[in-house]
């Protein structure tokens, strides 16, 4: 009993290391195989690889042999051009002297009007307008606020310190307001700080800009107006100085410098 127990073990024994070799076996062809068909392919990649280079080779190659011959075809053509070129640089260098005595002929005429810097200094600083006539006041009333010459004063309505670049001229609502000399009307608008304005151009450099009218004016854009005639009405619409007494904001400018209109007008009518 024993004996077959033994051999019964040693046949169960037996068995699995067969089956265990039979595995391993299957396993060692299997991965011989697997390397066989990794390297084929890899050859034929290597292969397929080593065509591309060989062909990228020789299409890159192809290019130089072809750009070398125009660059030496290139260099003798330019060569020359460039020598018969250097005497026609040479030649315009003659005609400095003549450019110099032009100069020189010129510094003459220049030195000769040696007054023309005072021109424009007698024009900044006369106030008296090239007009014949002497310009008269648009109303006749006290000067409430004086022109600031750009000095910063405080306004009497906003409280903010700021140049006053005018004259106000108290009167009472309707007194009738007239041109300060002959003249253009150049614009007319509805200011929002300054209310009902005209400006009026004198032709001659002087321009006078009338603030703080009544509606209804006797004046149009385009009108020739005379010395002293009426152009509107005194009015209160100036919101900018509504703190004040009824009054008329005059402005006299020289092109685009301000004016004390009370040193223009000279001395109350």
């Known amino acids: ?25 299957m396993i060692s062809f299997a991965c011989w195989f697997a390397y ?4 084929n392919q890899i050859n034929i990649d290597l292969n397929s690889a080593v065509g591309d280079i060989k062909v990228m080779e020789v299409q890159t190659d192809i290019p130089k042999t072809t750009e ?10 330019t060569r020359p051009e460039t020598i018969h070129t250097q005497p026609a640089i040479v030649q315009p260098l003659q005609t400095a002297p003549i450019q110099t005595e032009a100069i020189t002929q010129q510094a003459g005429l220049i030195d000769a009007p040696e007054t023309a810097p005072a021109i424009p200094e007698t024009e900044t600083e006369t106030i008296v307008p090239a007009s014949a006539e002497t310009p008269c006041w648009p109303l006749n009333g006290e000067i409430l606020e004086a022109f600031s010459n750009g000095e910063l004063v405080k306004s009497q309505t906003t409280g903010i310190w700021q140049t006053h670049n005018g004259i106000d001229i108290a009167g ?15 614009n007319i608008e509805n200011d929002a700080l300054w209310g009902v304005t005209v400006t009026i151009d004198h032709q001659n450099g002087i321009i006078s800009r009338y603030c703080s009218l009544n509606n209804g004016l006797s004046v149009s854009v385009g009108d020739t107006v005379e010395k002293g005639s009426v152009i509107g009405a005194l009015g209160d619409t100036a919101d900018i100085e509504s703190s004040m007494p009824t009054h008329l904001h005059l402005e006299i400018m020289q092109g685009e410098i301000y004016l004390n209109p009370a040193e223009y007008l000279g001395a109350s009518e």
């Open 1 to 25: 009993m024993k004996e077959h127990a033994v051999k019964q073990k040693l046949k169960k024994h037996l068995g699995f290391y067969l089956v265990l070799m039979l595995c391993m076996a």
């Open 36 to 39: 066989e068909q990794t390297k």
């Open 68 to 77: 070398a011959p125009t660059e030496k075809e290139t260099l003798p053509e």
């Open 172 to 186: 009472t609502l309707g007194d009738t307001v007239c041109a300060v000399n002959t003249g253009l009307v150049r």
